[in-house]
């Protein structure tokens, strides 16, 4: 079945960075695209980044400038490089994988913004 299995998130100070991974099994990973969700405590869930099939990118307005978002299909990895962090950014990260066979989640990943 399909798995994503998030890892990189922890504690960091405001100003600081974390680099998220996703890593996919059970599915073409190649053929979906992939995206970063989060979200934080009392609030829904919201889109942070995707990366289409062809690399295209597309990122929360909240984010512009301080993340991005990249892909590795020999690895089945989709990464979220975070700069810059703000103690907003704050909230449990999700993997999503959209395609053919619809749509699927990680489990999430804490990230922490404090000082």
């Known amino acids: 079945q399909v798995q994503l299995v998030e890892s990189g998130g922890g504690l960091v100070q405001p100003g600081g960075s974390l680099r998220l991974s996703c890593a996919a099994s059970?599915?073409?990973?190649?053929?979906?695209?992939m995206g970063w969700y989060r979200q934080a405590p009392g609030k829904q869930r919201e889109l942070v980044a995707t990366?289409?099939?062809?690399?295209?990118?597309n990122y929360a307005d909240s984010v512009k400038g301080r993340f991005t978002i990249s892909r590795d299909n020999a690895k089945n990895t989709v990464y979220l490089q975070m700069n810059s962090l703000k103690p907003e950014d704050t909230a449990v990260y999700y993997c999503?994988?959209?395609?053919?066979?619809?749509?699927?989640w990680g489990q999430g990943t804490q990230v922490t913004v404090s000082s």
């Open positions: 059970g599915m073409l990973f190649r053929i979906y695209t």
């Open positions: 999503n994988a959209d395609g053919p066979r619809g749509a699927f």
């Open positions: 990366i289409t099939t062809g690399s295209s990118t």
